[in-house]
DNA sequence: CTTGTAAATTGAACACGTTCAAAAACAAGG
DNA sequence: CCTTGTTTTTGAACGTGTTCAATTTACAAG
């Protein structure tokens, strides 16, 4: 029961609406670009947009699967070069934001969908769990076998941290104007070292019933 | 020179229609309900809304404006009746979380407004300032002369920090859809506990030069 | 080549947030 | 009571995202 034929011609109409709205959006943003603006662009009628995606929104996020994509294919040598677990988160959060540079300001329409919990698209949502796994997981493999040493019961639950950091810093990024987001820069070199530096201090004999107790806030709250 | 004659009927129309977009929006949520609705159910034209508030979106920063307008009355009798840190934390987060209560939902309306830099009702603008730092000079109020003795070159910063950190509650309470939000409640309990603690270690002698960094990604970063 | 069916495409229509010129209500002075 | 200027109110109109019945296109089967 084959459901879809869809031929290369049709593959290419999708992929020319998507190069449109990302074209535009970046031009003019969210807001400003019209999907009629889009389907023009493309050279097709308005409704046409709706053949493909489910609204708007779902073109944003058309584009972070995207990236996310790309992201899988780039992971295996940024994680390779070294064993350093600053470097190697690092190396992560660059490939991220390198990522994202080019559309700082699209990130905002991403955001302000995925901020609403009722929303499919939420990144807490069901509909985005594989690709929120599969973000954690480039953490979890960042994580092991790297030179320093973590506390066997901080280790499943540092990756889930370190993603829910890494959405902070791409918070926090998003209403960075400096220029050239040197302030975010500033921000990932100084909090990331403190971080490492706090999974090197948590491992100490004495800060057992600390990290016990934050992991059992944790654990209470999932 | 007055600019503005706004008479006793006036107020009592717009009141009328905040009143009925605030109910429309409880029973209906913020999409669901449209500015006809609210129009009709203040039984008064679609245009006169938009007379009195800017946008749909004002209407729920005017509701913002009117629980802070409530939180500086009651302010002063809550964080009289203790002189504990944690008590004390607590108290405004109660105090504030029982504000938003009956309008869970509607903060997601709130929060999405805010998330856009560019939007002059983020909560990082100029247009919110004054209310920003209101809500920031409340934790300073709180810090000062309680029990809990806090390191001076972090007096200055801890205020914005509990700010940041009361932000993150109302975002992890906005997707919290456990029943009565009791998945908040453990978490507030659980890392409140552990930030008195934290206050209380970073106080500790050999703890200067940590601190000390993270007071300097700080200073860098605003 | 013809035909039947599913995929692809169209563009008018709908409901919404918002704007605005015009009308109405109101206040103050004559 | 008029007149004049200001505040308040109206409702039609605009541009938007989105839907959908109708149409056209693509292609496999006969």
Known sequence: MTK???TVKAEE??????????????????????????????GVATGAAYYYFRSKEDLVMAFYVRTADEARELFPKVIGESRDLQKRIRAILDLKFGQFARHRRLLVALVRIGIDPAHPLSPFGKETEPM???????????????TTRIPKDLQDDLPR??????MGLILFWMFDESPRQQRTKKLIDGSLDLIVRLISLSALPL???LRKRMLDVLSAVE
């Open 13 to 42: 109409t999708r992929a020319r609406i998507l190069d449109s709205a990302l074209q535009l959006f970046r031009e003019k943003g969210f807001d400003e670009a019209t999907m009629r603006d889009i389907a023009e662009e493309a």
């Open 132 to 146: 929120r796994d599969e973000s954690i997981d480039s953490f979890r493999l960042a994580i092991t076998d790297s």
């Open 161 to 166: 941290l370190l993603w829910l950091y890494q």
């Open 207 to 209: 800060m057992g019933p």
């Open 4 to 6: 879809k034929r869809t």
